[in-house]
């Protein structure tokens, strides 16, 4: 491998292959080997229907995956929020980066904030737990279902780029994104988890490889050296979270996790789908390992379940 580039898996949208050339080229750096990404078309790429129609937001994840197993590519960058929780056969999470702003950002008309946005204003979003925690924040604004790459729901805005149809308010996406894509100049205010707690793993990149790759040799080293330990343990809390609910990426569902001097911190919600009931928690631990980290997601979805988490949304568990 060391001698033939290492083939690096994308999605073809701005944001990923933005995201995933910054991979290769640390990966390169680390493991002192070329790279080549392969661009790889995915059914959220190419199915407009709504996420929660479609499979969710495994379905950015499952061609990457195939082509991971069949040779194609010899790693693959996915946005972590985007993960299926249940683990892939064959496959290993060899790198998870520092993870980045983990926060929401509204962008909106005329530099407007939530509190700010006049009753009727129309904000889109294609996340349930956006649409839900928007709704619970303010009950009086109309939530418009929305798909499409960062560029096309910037244009939605009213006002915020030249020559798109502007039929909304304002739009919500995710800060790392809109930083990676050099559009923080588009925020009128970043949300910040007391208002919107974000979806687990959000912010964080995941650098998935073949199991046998992961053991030994140039890629295996790149991998373990480009690992973040304090990423890895706050988004294996909040995907234990998110598994053991069974609750799926799309689930109005937010979590953030945190390493704290006392050990790992993790705060939760459960929304109903219209924002009008919600179940909030914070637990923590004092074992700040990965085992510790499983441990504490578990126990947090247990709170959550026996508060009336699945009395809120559908939940398989």
């Known amino acids: 491998m060391a001698h033939s580039p290492v083939l690096i898996g994308?999605?073809?949208?701005?944001?990923?292959?933005?995201?995933?050339?910054?991979?290769?080229?640390?990966?390169?750096?680390?493991?002192?080997?070329?790279?080549?990404?392969?661009?790889?078309?995915?059914?959220?790429?190419?199915n407009?229907?709504?996420?929660?129609?479609?499979?969710?937001?495994?379905?950015?994840?499952?061609?990457?995956?195939?082509?991971?197993?069949?040779?194609?590519?010899?790693?693959a960058v996915h946005s972590l929020k985007d993960l299926p929780t249940a683990e892939a056969g064959g496959l290993t999470i060899g790198a998870i980066p520092a993870r980045v702003d983990v926060r929401d950002a509204l962008c909106a008309r005329d530099g407007?904030?939530?509190?700010?946005?006049?009753?009727?204003?129309?904000?889109g979003t294609g996340s349930p737990r956006r649409a839900a925690q928007l709704r619970a924040a303010r009950p009086d604004l109309e939530i418009v279902d929305i798909r499409g790459n960062v560029?096309?729901?910037?244009?939605?805005?009213?006002?915020?780029?030249?020559?798109?149809?502007?039929?909304?308010?304002?739009?919500?996406l995710a800060a790392a994104g809109l930083s990676r894509l050099g559009r923080l100049n588009m925020v009128s205010e970043f949300l910040?988890?007391?208002?919107?707690?974000?979806?687990?793993?959000?912010?964080?990149?995941?650098?998935e490889c073949r199991t046998s790759d992961a053991a030994e040799g140039p890629l295996s080293r790149a991998l373990a050296a480009y690992d973040d330990t304090a990423?890895?343990?706050?988004?294996?809390?909040?995907?234990?979270?998110?598994?053991?609910?069974?609750?799926?990426?799309?689930?109005?569902?937010?979590?953030?996790?945190?390493?704290?001097?006392?050990?790992?911190?993790?705060?939760?919600?459960?929304?109903?789908?219209?924002?009008?009931?919600?179940?909030?928690?914070?637990?923590?631990t004092a074992q700040a390992d990965e085992d510790g980290a499983r441990a504490l997601g578990i126990r947090m979805a247990e709170e959550l379940l026996a508060a009336g988490a699945a009395d809120l949304t559908e939940l398989a568990s």
């Open 231 to 284: 990423s890895r343990l706050t988004v294996t809390a909040e995907r234990a979270l998110l598994a053991r609910l069974e609750a799926g990426c799309t689930a109005p569902i937010g979590a953030l996790a945190r390493v704290t001097e006392q050990g790992l911190a993790l705060e939760a919600v459960v929304c109903s789908d219209d924002g009008t009931q919600t179940i909030r928690r914070y637990t923590s």
């Open 192 to 207: 910040e988890p007391s208002v919107m707690l974000p979806a687990p793993g959000q912010g964080a990149l995941a650098v």
């Open 151 to 172: 560029d096309t729901r910037l244009a939605r805005v009213a006002g915020l780029v030249d020559g798109g149809p502007g039929d909304l308010d304002a739009v919500v």
């Open 10 to 46: 994308t999605r073809g949208s701005a944001l990923a292959v933005t995201q995933t050339t910054t991979v290769a080229e640390m990966l390169s750096e680390l493991g002192g080997f070329n790279v080549e990404l392969v661009r790889v078309k995915t059914e959220g790429d190419i």
């Open 112 to 123: 407007l904030t939530l509190g700010q946005l006049p009753a009727g204003a129309k904000i």
């Open 48 to 75: 407009r229907a709504a996420l929660s129609q479609i499979g969710g937001t495994g379905v950015f994840v499952a061609a990457l995956r195939e082509s991971l197993l069949s040779g194609d590519c010899d790693v």
